[in-house]
T-cell receptor
Framework: NAGVMQNPRHLVRRRGQEARLRCSPM?????VYWYRQLPEEGLKFMVY????????ESGMPKERFSAEFPKEGPSILRIQQVVRGDSAAYFC????????????????FGPGTRLTVT | AQSVSQHNHHVILSEAASLELGCNYS??????LFWYVQYPGQHLQLLLK??????LVKGIKGFEAEFIKSKFSFNLRKPSVQWSDTAEYFC???????????FGKGTKLSVKP
């Protein structure tokens, strides 16, 4: 039973380049969440998606960041024109659909992508 | 703003010592509560969770946590730690029907053999 998969595990980008982070949820999971972990900080929520829908993007920076979860394929977190402050670990999590839409199921996390901007 | 507070940044214990890590949250409505552990170089793993019912929750690897609603707390405990428990521990809260988790800043636990 494969867990949440993320790739790449490490990504180095120069300032101004684009970063694309991929996340494949656990089998049977239809909800995907992206979190960012800065040094000495806990995880901060960025965006919550279901297939073809963004449910909550309240944690996403307004510019340069976007996310999608297409009908087929992994979820993608895209960061355009990266800056040094984007260097962080980006974690994806997935969960099953909750009973009656209450979203009561726990989230399972992937290994993360460590983005370094030089 | 709603928040999750973990009181200890770094805890150092000897093997066989008892452990209690504090977690308080500031949200007053219905919550689901979680403790995750991150071993060095690994991803977050769920230790235990509270959704409803018995406020004393048992998790994996001998960990337990107690939900005290009146104190807005969900402290993690283990009677006797092992060297292999060295890791970072994160408390997380899910508010009501919202999907995302709100995490504390984490507590690093170092267990000396």
């Amino acid at each position: 039973n494969a867990g949440v998969m993320q790739n790449p595990r490490h990504l180095v980008r120069r300032r101004g380049q684009e970063a694309r982070l991929r996340c494949s949820p656990m089998k049977g999971h239809s909800h995907v969440y992206w979190y960012r972990q800065l040094p000495e900080e806990g995880l901060k929520f960025m965006v919550y998606l279901q297939k073809e829908n963004i449910i909550d993007e309240s944690g996403m920076p307004k510019e340069r960041f976007s996310a999608e979860f297409p009908k087929e394929g992994p979820s993608i977190l895209r960061i355009q024109q990266v800056v040094r402050g984007d260097s962080a670990a980006y974690f994806c999590a997935s969960s099953r659909e909750g009973l009656q839409g209450l979203l009561s199921y726990e989230q399972y996390f992937g290994p993360g992508t460590r983005l370094t901007v030089t | 703003a709603q928040s999750v507070s973990q009181h200890n940044h770094h805890v150092i214990l000897s093997e066989a010592a008892s452990l209690e890590l504090g977690c308080n949250y500031s949200y007053g409505g219905t919550v689901n509560l979680f403790w995750y552990v991150q071993y060095p170089g690994q991803h977050l793993q769920l230790l235990l969770k509270y959704f409803s019912g018995d406020p004393l929750v048992k998790g994996i690897k001998g960990f337990e946590a107690e939900f005290i609603k009146s104190k807005f707390s969900f402290n993690l405990r283990k009677p006797s730690v092992q060297w292999s428990d060295t890791a970072e521990y994160f408390c997380a809260v899910k508010k009501g029907s919202q999907g995302n988790l709100i995490f504390g800043k984490g507590t690093k636990l170092s267990v000396k053999p």
